[in-house]
């Protein structure tokens, strides 16, 4: 599907992660990750990428290694003194939860993110899930967005309320998985959550992730929900929300416009950068990924995305 106009860059502000997970499929460790990375190699398909974040020595030439081929724009990706963010966890594909959960925020946790003269112009944000107060200070930096997206987790939702409140009335579109939703709203139900989250954060969209029964829209209108691409079995959820919204912000950075048509095209592109996403351990479903692979996966969802007229 040709773009109309040369797509809008993008800007992705989030975390850079060394990674150790477990899976049914088996175990990789210091493996690349965080919301940053994630987002930009989904998203390199798509637009240019503008990346904000920070490193350890320890990681720092692993990540940079990774981006090499990316063309993103690092200026805004810090060394910083402490090590890499480490996280740690395993994904249970039975009742879909991910426990055993540690995480240690290392360079995060001296971290002021600092956006250049053209990235605080950016149309398209994404604020990747991290500290509510580094989310804050990207909001305060950027001059007349377009569009800002988000994502968060439920140890921010949970121990961090009165700094994450303001980051998400800031919002445009928000990312979120049922059961971060029904926290964040306190109720017991998915239609409930959307309804409240949407009202009270004037949102434009509220994308739910759904692993693998795919993504719902909500929006006003029409809800639009569209199935997950088959992976049989996935190897490592890992970074597939991340690439969801890859996906959908980089195609609306080539549509340019946000109508029901280009929101719907988006979603399914979100589709299909999770899943290559989850077909690897770490980065590596999207590495080597080009977007005529993206397209041919696109393909078999052409009925469901084709505009309405």
């Known amino acids: 599907m040709t773009p109309p106009h040369r797509p ?101 946790r001296g971290f002021t993110p600092v956006l250049t003269a053209d990235q605080r112009k950016a149309k398209i944000v994404f604020l990747g899930s991290m500290e509510p107060r580094h989310q804050m200070r990207v909001l305060e930096q950027l001059e007349a967005p377009w569009l800002v997206a988000g994502d968060t987790m439920k140890l921010y939702i949970r121990e961090a309320p009165d700094a994450l409140e303001p980051v998400l009335k800031r919002l445009d579109y928000l990312f979120l998985n049922a059961s971060e939703a029904m926290a964040l709203a306190k109720v017991d139900t998915i239609e409930e959550a959307s309804d409240q989250l949407r009202h009270r954060f004037t949102l434009r969209g509220l994308v739910i992730k759904e692993g693998p029964n795919g993504a719902t829209l909500y929006r006003h209108g029409e809800d639009i929900h569209l199935p997950a691409l088959p992976v049989d079995p996935p190897t490592d959820p890992t970074g597939a929300g991340d690439a969801v919204a890859a996906g959908f912000l980089g195609a609306l950075a080539e549509q340019q416009v946000e109508t029901d048509d280009s929101v719907r095209l988006a979603l399914g592109y979100a589709m299909v950068m999770a899943s290559f996403a989850i077909q690897h351990f770490s980065v590596k479903g999207l590495q080597p990924i080009t977007r005529a692979d993206v397209e041919a996966r696109m393909a078999s969802m052409a009925w469901q995305v084709q505009p309405t007229a």
Not at 39 to 63: E, I, K, N
Not at 86 to 100: P, S, V
């Open 8 to 108: 809008w860059p993008l800007l992705v502000a989030g975390t850079i992660t060394r990674d150790d997970v477990r899976t049914p499929m088996g175990a990789n460790t210091d493996g690349l990750g965080g919301s940053a990375t994630y987002f930009t190699l989904a998203a390199r398909l798509f637009a240019p990428v503008s990346v904000v974040g920070t490193a350890g020595p320890d990681f720092m030439p692993a990540f940079q290694n990774a981006m090499r081929e990316t063309g993103a724009d690092l200026r805004s990706v810090s060394q910083s003194t402490l090590p890499t963010y480490r996280w740690r966890a395993e994904h249970d594909y039975e009742t879909g939860t991910t426990r055993n959960e540690t995480s240690d925020q290392g360079a995060y």
